[in-house]
């Protein structure tokens, strides 16, 4: 592949929006390090994905192209087909699972105009894949893969090269580049790039927990199906990487280190990130910055983080919310059995609770003939220390409480 990156590069310009590098004092404070944010969010059509669906379709032959392309996607990628075929001017028939928001929906309609025919089929997106391979087979229709092809590994790879020239411009070099990885095109292109020209470039891949497919085909030896996955990160959410970008990725030369992050620290990052830096980043997009809350070399380097893309429904952010308190240790739920007397909600309120702790949930059901009555609590602490005093306060009470878990089967229906 020697060579494409640059050769997409350059067919690239004028297309594809030069994303800034931006400074985030936040992240260089908590790491020691100095941390530049790639903003792939601000991409025309709000990711990267641009890069590796246009790169691919330019390269057809006219008469190739005239028959059209097809492929599937639940959101990003269908974004960047879209623009890419309508400034193509190549017809793409695009095919979402019927979950997909309205929004993209509508998002992905505007971005193709007239050129695009927008499937909505499946109620998941591997069904929506499966028909639109059928629909290639029988069109002669070229498929444009979201991450397993060489032209799209080769234009997604175009965001390092920014990277580089932007730092080199500054007089700096990255000491680590943070890429996240759902099917490996972009970290595969990355690395490509790196390879041939800075390939003792430190690189940290970074993976949803609830779908690490390349730490599982790493682990293997090649590409596996992952037996479950959890979709939080949709944008990131991938049963199976890519054979193609395995190959790239598994042949780096230099440094590289894989690591999975849990759904909670990526809501607190994308909490920090909209209040501090005012990036309004989705789940995939926060990935690699939220890596930094584990791990970073801590040397004053310079290190690069992809925020890869900003399609976030506005809807998700109470969730997101939620779940970002919880993983913060800030709020916390117990079941807890109140006596069925006068005072006793406020003897609750006055021996257990703190001057800081706020009641956000109180669904309470009294029964008749019972001597206790329980009640669904959600407390949010003023700081994650102060749950040793509030589980202190609840053990010296007469009032009996359960806390629920996390790891609780019943959580997920608080959060």
Same mark, same amino acid.
């Given at each position: %592949?020697?060579?494409?990156?640059?050769?997409?590069?350059?067919?690239?310009?004028?297309?594809?929006?030069?994303?800034?590098?931006?400074?985030?004092?936040?992240?260089?404070?908590?790491?020691?390090?100095?941390?530049?944010?790639?903003?792939?969010?601000?991409?025309? #059509?709000?990711?990267?994905?641009?890069?590796?669906?246009?790169?691919?379709?330019?390269?057809?032959? !006219?008469?190739?192209?005239?028959?059209?392309? #097809?492929?599937?996607?639940?959101?990003?990628?269908?974004?960047?087909?879209?623009?890419?075929?309508?400034?193509?001017?190549?017809?793409?028939?695009?095919?979402? !699972?019927?979950?997909?928001?309205?929004?993209?929906?509508?998002?992905?309609?505007? *971005?193709?105009?007239? *050129?695009?025919?927008?499937?909505?089929?499946?109620?998941?997106?591997?069904?929506?894949?499966?028909?639109?391979?059928?629909?290639?087979?029988?069109?002669?229709?070229?498929?444009? !893969?979201?991450?397993?092809?060489?032209?799209?590994?080769?234009?997604?790879?175009?965001?390092?090269?920014?990277?580089?020239?932007?730092?080199?411009?500054?007089? @700096?070099?990255? /000491?680590?580049?943070?890429?996240?990885?759902? $099917?490996?095109?972009?970290?595969?292109?990355?690395?490509?790039?790196?390879? +041939?020209?800075?390939?003792?470039?430190?690189?940290?891949?970074?993976?949803?927990?609830?779908?690490?497919?390349?730490?599982?085909?790493?682990?293997? /030896?090649?590409?596996?199906?992952?037996?479950? &996955?959890?979709?939080?990160?949709?944008?990131?959410?991938?049963?199976? #990487?890519?054979?193609?970008?395995?190959?790239?990725?598994?042949?780096?030369?230099?440094?590289? @280190?894989?690591?999975?992050?849990?759904?909670?620290?990526?809501?607190?990052? %994308?909490?920090?990130?909209?209040?501090?830096?005012?990036? &309004?980043?989705?789940?995939?997009?926060?990935?690699?910055?939220?890596?930094?809350?584990?791990?970073?070399?801590?040397?004053?380097?310079?290190?690069?983080?992809?925020?890869?893309?900003?399609?976030?429904? &506005?809807?998700?952010?109470?969730?997101? =919310?939620?779940?970002?308190?919880?993983? =913060? $240790?800030?709020?916390?739920?117990?079941?807890? +059995?109140?006596?069925?007397?006068?005072?006793?909600?406020?003897?609750?309120?006055?021996?257990?609770?703190? !001057? +800081?702790?706020? &009641?956000?949930?109180? +669904?309470?059901?009294?029964?008749?003939?019972?001597?206790?009555?329980?009640?669904?609590?959600?407390?949010?602490?003023?700081?994650?220390?102060?749950?040793?005093?509030?589980?202190?306060?609840?053990?010296?009470?007469?009032?009996? =409480?359960?806390?629920?878990?996390?790891?609780?089967?019943?959580?997920?229906?608080?959060?």
């Amino acid at each position: %592949m020697t060579g494409s990156v640059d050769a997409a590069f350059d067919r690239l310009a004028g297309v594809v929006t030069r994303t800034p590098l931006e400074l985030s004092t936040r992240l260089s404070e908590r790491t020691g390090d100095r941390v530049w944010l790639k903003r792939e969010d601000l991409q025309v #059509v709000r990711s990267y994905k641009l890069r590796g669906a246009y790169h691919l379709i330019s390269r057809l032959a !006219p008469e190739v192209a005239a028959r059209g392309v #097809v492929c599937a996607s639940a959101g990003n990628h269908a974004q960047g087909v879209a623009l890419a075929s309508a400034r193509l001017r190549t017809p793409a028939r695009i095919y979402v !699972p019927r979950t997909t928001p309205r929004q993209k929906r509508d998002r992905i309609r505007a *971005l193709g105009r007239e *050129l695009v025919e927008l499937v909505v089929e499946g109620d998941s997106y591997d069904e929506s894949a499966a028909l639109a391979a059928a629909d290639a087979t029988a069109s002669g229709r070229v498929v444009v !893969p979201a991450f397993d092809h060489p032209d799209v590994v080769a234009g997604q790879g175009t965001v390092v090269r920014e990277i580089w020239d932007e730092l080199e411009r500054l007089g @700096r070099r990255p /000491g680590l580049v943070v890429v996240p990885v759902g $099917g490996g095109g972009l970290l595969a292109g990355c690395l490509s790039w790196l390879a +041939e020209h800075h390939p003792d470039t430190p690189v940290l891949a970074v993976e949803p927990a609830g779908a690490a497919s390349l730490t599982a085909a790493l682990g293997e /030896g090649g590409p596996v199906a992952l037996d479950r &996955i959890d979709s939080f990160v949709d944008g990131a959410c991938v049963r199976q #990487v890519g054979a193609h970008p395995f190959a790239l990725i598994a042949a780096y030369p230099g440094p590289l @280190r894989v690591l999975s992050v849990d759904n909670g620290l990526v809501c607190e990052e %994308m909490i920090d990130l909209f209040q501090t830096e005012g990036v &309004i980043a989705e789940p995939a997009g926060a990935l690699a910055p939220a890596a930094l809350r584990l791990t970073s070399p801590g040397t004053g380097t310079d290190v690069v983080a992809v925020i890869s893309g900003g399609n976030q429904d &506005i809807s998700r952010y109470a969730e997101v =919310a939620e779940r970002a308190l919880v993983s =913060a $240790g800030l709020k916390h739920y117990f079941l807890v +059995e109140f006596p069925q007397e006068p005072g006793a909600l406020r003897r609750f309120l006055d021996d257990v609770l703190g !001057p +800081e702790d706020d &009641i956000t949930l109180f +669904e309470y059901v009294k029964r008749t003939n019972r001597e206790y009555g329980p009640a669904l609590v959600g407390i949010e602490l003023g700081t994650p220390g102060d749950l040793d005093r509030l589980l202190a306060s609840l053990a010296a009470s007469p009032i009996r =409480a359960e806390q629920i878990d996390p790891d609780n089967p019943v959580f997920r229906y608080l959060v």
